[in-house]
């Protein structure tokens, strides 16, 4: 019974956090491709052949479905990877549909038409590739009507978080902010679209002022997850242990994880 969670690296975990609060008796197989992060500036074949390399190794752990907790394998490979490669009896899911259906209030499977929603001006914080791939732009469309959205790539976050270095990571994020104003001085609401950024959640609300609603994936995607799981159950996965699999070297990345989730954490050799 366990359910598979993706990430090029650290970012994941802030998922699986949220998911292990909201099921935890729910047993998770994390997968963290620490030895190729960041994605966020490699092109979508590139993007493509990891992430479908990850998501194998975590079928091969006897999971049916699984979460890709990461914005940019989301954007750059999940379309392609539901068309032609996800086999019959597994599942496949990505991250930005839970938050799109938060901004635009929507419930989990509302069919109708794009319509006006209460947000008109949306800041997006995501990797170069999400940017560039517009998914989130793509998706939001299928649902509301007259969103201005903004895009900041921000170059440089990922790969100081992966390295431990907050004080760069929160310098970077202030100065992506910066420019983000620049282009769009008053948004609403701004989407954390890396899901490394939660753990800079405090540092992008404090940049961006108290009257811009922040929206979080972890939360959003564990209840959706919860629900998922309810309507099938059978996609729980053969699998009966939790663990943490990582590319890159198992201490450094147990240590950065212990760091992040301020509780224990020990990854293993994938
Ligand atoms: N945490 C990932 C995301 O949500 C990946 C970042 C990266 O590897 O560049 O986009």
Request: hydrophobic content about 40%.
């Amino acid at each position: 019974m366990s359910v598979g969670i993706f990430d090029s690296g650290l970012g994941g975990l802030t998922v699986l956090d949220a998911v292990t609060k909201r099921l935890p008796d729910l047993p998770v197989v994390y997968f963290g491709d620490n030895a190729h992060a960041p994605y966020g500036v490699r092109d979508a074949d590139d993007i493509y052949d990891l992430t479908t390399a990850a998501v194998q190794r975590l079928f091969d752990e006897g999971c049916d479905l699984v979460i890709l907790a990461c914005n940019t394998a989301s954007a750059a490979a999940l379309r392609r990877m539901q068309e032609s490669w996800v086999p019959r009896d597994k599942r496949v899911l990505g991250v930005f549909v839970p938050l799109i259906e938060a901004l635009t209030e929507r419930q989990w499977g509302d069919n109708s038409p794009p319509r006006q929603v209460a947000v008109q001006n949306v800041a997006l914080f995501a990797t170069p590739a999400t940017v560039s791939s517009r998914a989130f732009q793509r998706e939001l469309a299928f649902r509301a009507i007259g969103v201005d959205v903004e895009a900041q790539a921000c170059g440089g976050v990922v790969d100081a978080i992966e390295e431990g270095d907050m004080i760069l990571a929160e310098a970077l994020v202030r100065s992506h902010v910066d420019a983000l104003k620049r282009k769009m001085p008053k948004p609403e609401a701004a989407v954390l679209g890396c899901t490394h950024y939660p753990l800079m959640e405090e540092i992008f609300q404090d940049a961006l002022g108290p009257d811009v609603e922040v929206f979080s994936q972890p939360r959003l995607v564990a209840d959706s997850l919860a629900d998922y799981l309810e309507r099938h159950p059978d996609k729980r996965g053969a699998g009966d242990n939790s663990k943490f699999l990582t590319t890159g070297d198992p201490k450094r990345v147990s240590g950065g994880a212990t760091r992040f989730l301020r509780r224990e954490i020990t990854f293993e050799k994938a």
